[in-house]
């Protein structure tokens, strides 16, 4: 695992930027992976600016997300397919219909969970795939305790995650969905290559254990370790707690 310590969230950005621009220079249909929350927020300004800027195109790109939440209407702001419009792929030159991920509205959840799972291998499975990391060490949704050798499936998220996620939800705990569609451990491991952006100072314990922990179920993320490629750049402030 390579961890890379920058100031800010900005020069963060531009690395992880530069990794995919080299990818799609290479491979302009390569499949993206795509996370929801804060942390990757800079990096997508930053694609979104170079797309503007005539050096990077997604034309040609399928991506899929990591998570959604169980239950949302189709039109809620919140819903991860609506964010990731919003935030990215309305920006740049996906194609309509480039962006795939779990139907959280699906009447046979488990099905949607197959047919997820389905659509990443008849893809050719992912060549980049974005990530963040939540408080408790939880990526995706795959909060503590969740098995290593797990798929897509129905997760109930955490007390702690959906405290951290009402800031989405006008600060209204109860707001947050308390399920999820969530790729599993190992779906997120079959990605050939993990980036997974890390800031502030709520994230150096996840860090810590990330970095410098046994791999546990209990801090999901470590599973990391025993990915081929897989880079983690974090600020000074989430680097805090490394040796
Ligand atoms: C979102 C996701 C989550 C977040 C994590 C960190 O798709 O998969 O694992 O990456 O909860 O959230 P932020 O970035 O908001 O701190």
């Not at 390569?30 to 929350?37: E, I």
Request: net charge negative; hydrophobic share 45%; with cysteine.
């Amino acid at each position: 695992m390579e961890v890379v310590i920058q100031p800010d969230a900005a020069a963060i950005a531009r690395l992880v930027a530069d990794e995919v621009q080299s990818l799609l220079a290479a491979r302009p249909d390569a499949v993206l992976g795509l996370a929801t929350g804060s942390s990757p927020l800079a990096v997508y300004d930053e694609l979104v600016r170079r797309y503007e800027a005539g050096v990077l195109s997604l034309a040609r790109v399928r991506a899929f997300m990591l998570d959604e939440y169980v239950g949302l209407p189709d039109d809620h702001p919140e819903r991860y397919r609506n964010v990731i419009e919003r935030e990215f792929a309305g920006r740049v030159d996906l194609p309509a219909g480039a962006v795939q991920g779990p139907d959280g509205n699906a009447e046979d959840l488990p099905a949607a969970c197959a047919a997820y799972e389905a659509a990443i291998a008849a893809a050719g499975g992912v060549d980049l795939q974005l990530l963040g990391i939540g408080s408790d060490g939880h990526i995706a949704f795959n909060e503590p305790g969740s098995s290593l050798a797990s798929r897509t499936r129905i997760k109930t998220l955490t007390s702690q995650t959906r405290r951290d996620n009402a800031r989405f939800f006008d600060g209204d705990v109860e707001a947050v969905p308390r399920h999820c569609l969530t790729q599993g451990l190992a779906t997120i491991m079959s990605a050939r290559h993990l980036v997974l952006v890390a800031t502030g100072a709520g994230k150096a314990e996840a860090v810590h254990h990330l970095v410098e922990g046994p791999v546990s179920a209990m801090w999901p993320a470590t599973i990391m370790q025993h990915h081929p490629r897989a880079t983690v750049l974090v600020d000074d402030a989430a680097a805090s707690r490394l040796q």
